[in-house]
């Protein structure tokens, strides 16, 4: 079975709407986050700025339930589908992605 590679530290997490395909969130984990997300079927992450683990949902009630992982060919990224249970982003928004950029050339 693959594995990520914590060799190096904090992988990147990218979830995923399993209904929508629509990317919901980028989080960090470590091996003992991956560790609990495997065990629960949940998503766990580590904190950068708290240094601590979290379960997504502990106090919003936000959970997302894990479909399916895949791992990346460099084995340092995952790709987590999952079925949320209420919005993703810690604003209240569906999804941490609605900041749009124009930039030169845009249609």
Same mark, same amino acid.
């Given at each position: ?11 990147? %997490? ?8 629509? #990317? $919901?969130?980028? =989080? !960090?984990?470590? +091996? *003992?986050?991956? *560790?609990?997300?495997? =065990?629960?079927? *949940?998503? !766990?992450? !580590?904190?950068?700025?708290?240094? +601590? $683990? !979290?379960?997504?949902? *502990? ?5 997302? #339930?894990?479909? %399916?992982? &895949? $791992? ?5 990224? &995952? &790709? ?18 609605? +900041? ?5 050339? +845009?249609?």
């Amino acid at each position: 079975m693959s594995r990520p590679n914590f060799a190096k530290g904090l992988i990147t %997490s990218v979830i995923v709407d399993d209904k929508t395909s629509d #990317v $919901l969130m980028v =989080a !960090w984990m470590n +091996e *003992e986050s991956y *560790e609990k997300m495997i =065990a629960t079927g *949940e998503t !766990w992450f !580590w904190s950068r700025s708290r240094q +601590e $683990l !979290w379960h997504k949902g *502990e106090t919003s009630g936000n959970t997302q #339930v894990v479909k %399916s992982i &895949l $791992l990346d060919c460099d084995q340092d990224t &995952l &790709l987590i589908r999952v079925q949320p249970a209420g919005p993703a982003c810690h604003t209240g928004k569906r999804t941490c992605f609605f +900041e749009k950029i124009n930039f030169k050339g +845009e249609k």
